[in-house]
């Protein structure tokens, strides 16, 4: 019989280094992450939002180590729909984000 995640919790993910690890900490659902959780990479990135099926799907927030951010809609991993990234240097684009791009409409 194997475990299944399911229910409000925490994965921590090994990487090559000792120090190297990927965390999420959110719902799960029968072993796939689900609905609401935060994800911190190896390169302290982080995304704060929704899931489906394990990527960000729907509502989500990412931070990039670099302090580019983007706050908006998800589609299958990828930046799709309405949103705001806002660059570092203060530059905004905000509006319609297709497959990852920002679409001028």
Known sequence: MRRVRHGVGVQ??????????????????????????????PDKSVYNGNLKNGVKDG???FIWPNGD???????EGRIEGGGKFIHHDGNVLSGMFKN??????
């Open 12 to 41: 921590i993910y090994p990487n090559v280094g000792e120090e190297d690890i990927c965390r999420y900490e959110g719902h799960w659902d029968v072993d796939q992450m689900n609905g609401i959780g935060k994800c911190t990479y």
């Open 100 to 105: 990852g791009c920002y679409h001028l409409v």
């Open 69 to 75: 951010t983007y706050d908006g809609n998800w589609k």
């Open 59 to 61: 509502y989500g927030k």
